[in-house]
């Protein structure tokens, strides 16, 4: 694909690097959005946005770190090249929970309303992100010979390259627009606070373990290959998200019956 996008001068403008600022910028923008319909103060959801972007690329990189820790060790300076790729989301999505935890208590907001505020956002912005992991080969898919597959032939990507593999990138980014579309359709039905943001960890769980199957980068394997760091992580996501779900399903229906 297309790596670099554009040079000027001496400077280069990845692509990777605009498509995941623009996906960060745009999910800021419909979490603001969202949250003024949660009636959380908009200053608050911009200041917290800041340390939620922030706290998403140090977990992300940390994870994707450990999960190619003998490439790093030999090559320690090469973890801080965020330009060419290397953000494991899930290490985001752990980055920001803490983030907001911590901005919920600073600027008193409700934090599981800032949560359904900040779900299709999410969403939205990781489908654009998506996007840059397609341009800069990472994230890429395993071999195949179906008629969707893509090969990459920039001596810069991140994939193989002469090879037709599975455009894995794609398949993420479609998941999370699909997911986007659904948060935003079953907002007006919400029943309890926290529902729209379980919804979408359990969504994502679900079609991140799928696309997982066609992966072909190193992202960490165990039980003699049956399941990636992501996979595992999302394995307990799906739990919590099932649980914390019908807790609050209980919880209306015992406000009902009261």
């Not at 009636?39 to 994870?63: C, E, M």
Request: charged share 15%; with cysteine; aromatic share 16%.
């Amino acid at each position: 694909m297309h790596p670099e996008l554009f040079h000027i001068g001496p400077v280069t403008i990845y692509t990777y690097g605009l498509l995941v600022a623009s996906g960060f910028l745009l999910g800021i923008a419909w979490t603001a959005r969202m949250g003024k319909k949660e009636g959380l103060d908009s200053q608050a959801v911009y200041d917290t946005a800041f340390w939620i972007v922030v706290s998403a690329i140090i977990g992300s990189r940390v994870v994707f770190g450990v999960v190619n820790f003998d490439y790093f060790a030999k090559n320690p300076l090469d973890f801080f090249k965020l330009w060419n790729g290397g953000l494991v989301f899930y290490g985001g999505l752990i980055g920001a929970a803490v983030a907001v935890i911590v901005c919920s208590r600073r600027y008193n907001l409700d934090f599981w309303a800032f949560a359904d505020a900040a779900a299709p956002g999410v969403a939205l912005g990781h489908s654009v992100g998506r996007i840059g992991c397609f341009f800069a080969g990472c994230c890429y898919g395993i071999e195949t010979s179906v008629p969707w597959a893509v090969t990459f032939n920039n001596v810069k990507t991140m994939a193989p390259i002469g090879v037709p593999i599975h455009p894995t990138q794609l398949y993420d980014s479609a998941n999370e627009f699909t997911i986007f579309l659904i948060l935003t359709a079953i907002r007006p039905w919400r029943k309890f606070k926290g529902q729209i943001w379980w919804t979408w960890v359990g969504l994502y769980a679900i079609g991140r373990s799928i696309v997982e199957m066609y992966r072909g980068d190193p992202r960490g394997v165990y039980f003699n290959g049956l399941m990636s760091t992501s996979q595992i992580i999302a394995a307990g996501a799906f739990t919590l998200a099932i649980a914390f779900y019908f807790r609050g399903v209980r919880g209306v229906k015992g406000q009902s019956h009261a």
